[in-house]
T-cell receptor, first 108, second 115 residues
Framework: DAKTTQPPSMDCAEGRAANLPCNHSTISGNEYVYWYRQIHSQGPQYIIHGLKNNETNEMASLIITEDRKSSTLILPHATLRDTAVYYCITTGANNLFFGTGTRLTVIP | EAGVVQSPRYKIIEKKQPVAFWCNPISGHNTLYWYLQNLGQGPELLIRYENEEAVDDSQLPKDRFSAERLKGVDSTLKIQPAELGDSAVYLC?????????????FGPGTRLLVL
């Protein structure tokens, strides 16, 4: 499975869009890009995933570059409840390999 | 729909004692995962079950850790004897079939402290 690189921490103002980057330059053609988040003292929560195309759901949007070497998770209107650690994961198997993620802090 | 249930939520034991964690996956989910999460790190897979069969236990320290999933539903993870370094959060997750691209649903975890 390809490894991912994420900034260790980011801040975002409440109500603004949060853009979380992820580099996965060694991703293989059959590997998906997943995003999970983990709010303090809870288990990880699925956000979104994609293979090649950009994806959007009720929680977020996922933008994958054309060469698939990087992606961005977008939370369109961040709230205080979005404060969490966000994990970017790439895998072509049914196992998830979490890194250390990005700690997003939404500031009032 | 009920989520993944884990118990206990917290456990404090002395080293060399045994401990067990229980997980009830989402109804109808055939695949069950146990993860270990150390402080400040992301979860790491310990074992994956498809129904009652352990299909990936390569990361499970088999000298002291054991797991079972009788009847392909509930699962128990056991540590015997526990060591100080086992202090961590133990997470259980489930998915419908375990296929690639399928969402995993996590429970709240059991926080273990070994003294």
């Amino acid at each position: 499975d390809a490894k991912t690189t994420q900034p260790p921490s980011m801040d975002c103002a409440e109500g603004r869009a949060a853009n979380l980057p992820c580099n996965h330059s060694t991703i293989s053609g059959n590997e998906y890009v997943y995003w999970y988040r983990q709010i303090h003292s809870q288990g990880p929560q699925y956000i979104i995933h994609g293979l090649k195309n950009n994806e959007t759901n009720e929680m977020a949007s996922l933008i994958i570059t054309e060469d698939r070497k990087s992606s961005t998770l977008i939370l369109p209107h961040a709230t205080l409840r979005d404060t969490a650690v966000y994990y970017c994961i790439t895998t072509g198997a049914n196992n998830l390999f979490f890194g250390t993620g990005t700690r997003l802090t939404v500031i009032p | 729909e009920a989520g993944v249930v884990q118990s206990p939520r917290y456990k404090i034991i002395e080293k060399k004692q045994p401990v067990a964690f229980w997980c009830n996956p989402i109804s109808g989910h055939n695949t069950l995962y146990w993860y270990l999460q150390n402080l400040g790190q992301g979860p790491e897979l310990l074992i994956r079950y498809e129904n009652e069969e352990a299909v990936d236990d390569s990361q499970l320290p088999k000298d002291r850790f054991s797991a079972e999933r009788l009847k392909g539903v509930d699962s128990t993870l056991k540590i015997q004897p526990a060591e100080l370094g086992d202090s961590a959060v133990y997470l259980c997750a489930s998915s419908i079939t375990g296929a690639v691209g399928e969402t995993q649903y996590f429970g709240p975890g059991t926080r273990l402290l070994v003294l």
